[in-house]
């Protein structure tokens, strides 16, 4: 891409890619720990539910100013937790996101205000696990 545009195609591109990717996450009837093989896969590499949920809280909660916490497949089929700034991407990493969290603060103030660890404790109510396995399944892992 041009250098004049690749800060408009991060920023707008990104914007999109992630909360398309967002959106179709959560669900009213969401939340829970998953089943099947993303929840096998969060087990085999983090150990547990518990604790991979406390390392994605953790990334949720250190992005400095607005980003979001992913979780991702690298390059050799393995899930991770990332965090990345503003409307950065993993693809820009050549990695590939499954499940996505926005903390920027327009994604929580009205309800939250300044409370970013109440709206992470919360946004797992709604995590709609189908949709994040979909995502996993459309990987091929």
Known sequence: MPVGIQNAIRNHGGGHFNHSLFWQIMSPKGG???????????????????????????AAKTVFGSGWA???????????????????????QGLEPIMGLDVWEHA??????????????????????????????ALGI
């Open 32 to 58: 829970g720990e998953p089943r099947g093989p993303v929840g096998d896969e969060i087990n085999k590499v983090f150990g547990s539910f518990d604790a991979f949920q406390d390392q994605f809280n953790t």
């Open 70 to 92: 992913w979780l991702v497949v690298d390059r050799n089929g393995k899930l991770r937790i990332v965090a990345t700034p503003n409307q950065d991407s993993p693809l820009l």
């Open 108 to 137: 929580y103030y009205l309800k939250y205000q300044n409370k970013r660890p109440d709206y992470i404790n919360a946004w797992w109510h709604v995590i709609n696990w189908e949709q994040v396995e979909q995502n996993l399944d």
